[in-house]
C-alpha cells in the first residue's frame, strides 16, 4: 500500500527530515536510548537495501559501533560495521541487546573503496531534532523484550521512497 506523506520539517546538517502521514496511525515505537554509545557495543541495522529491487522483506545486518566519530570528527554521528546500502538511510541501527535506538542510518563510504566504514546519526542528535520541532519523546518510552524486537522492527519501519 503506498500511503502520501508531507515532510514537516528539515535538518540539512543531519540530513534529517520529519515526514507526516496523516491517514495511518502507529502506535509501536523504538525506544530512543538514554545510554551514550560505546566502541564495540553490538548493534543491529535495519531496513530496506536497494528497495524492492531485491525484495519487499525488511532486512537485519549485525555488527559493532566502530568509533564514536562520523567524517571529519563529525560529533553527531558514529561508525559501524554492520553492512549499509542505499535503501538503508533512515532505517534504525538498535542495541542489540535491548532493542533501544542507538542511531539513524546515514550513510557508508564507496563500497569499491573501503568495506563496512558506515555512519548512523546518534539518538542524543535524533532526540534533540524530534524536540526542536515540537514532537514528544516521552511516546518512545516503552522497552520491548529480546523475543519482541524483531517483531516491533517489522511493524515500525517503513518502506519510504521519494516519487
Known amino acids: 500500500e503506498t500511503i502520501d506523506a508531507e515532510i514537516i520539517a528539515n535538518d540539512r546538517h543531519l540530513d534529517m527530515s520529519l515526514l507526516r502521514a496523516s491517514n ?12 551514550e ?22 532486512k537485519f545486518t549485525s555488527g559493532i559501533i566502530s568509533s564514536l566519530k562520523g567524517i571529519g570528527d563529525d560529533s553527531t554521528r558514529l561508525q559501524i560495521d554492520a553492512a549499509l546500502n542505499h535503501g538503508n538511510s533512515g532505517g534504525p541501527i538498535i542495541n542489540e541487546e535491548t532493542g533501544e535506538l542507538v542511531a539513524v542510518a ?23 531534532f524530534l524536540m526542536s520541532n ?30
Not at 554509545?37 to 525488511?58: M, N, T, W
Open 24 to 35: 495511518i496511525r502507529n502506535n509501536k515505537f523504538l525506544k530512543l536510548t538514554s545510554d
Open 37 to 58: 554509545p560505546e566502541k564495540l557495543q553490538r548493534v543491529i541495522a535495519v531496513g530496506y537495501p536497494f528497495g524492492k529491487y531485491v525484495s519487499d522483506d525488511l
Open 106 to 128: 546515514v550513510s557508508g563510504l564507496r563500497k569499491d573503496k573501503t568495506e563496512s566504514i558506515n555512519f548512523g546519526i546518534k539518538t542524543i542528535s535524533v532526540k534533540n
Open 134 to 163: 515540537q514532537i514528544n519523546i516521552n511516546t518512545f518510552s516503552k522497552k520491548y523484550s529480546r523475543e519482541s524486537i524483531a517483531s516491533l522492527l517489522e511493524k515500525s519501519t517503513l518502506y519510504t521512497f521519494c516519487k
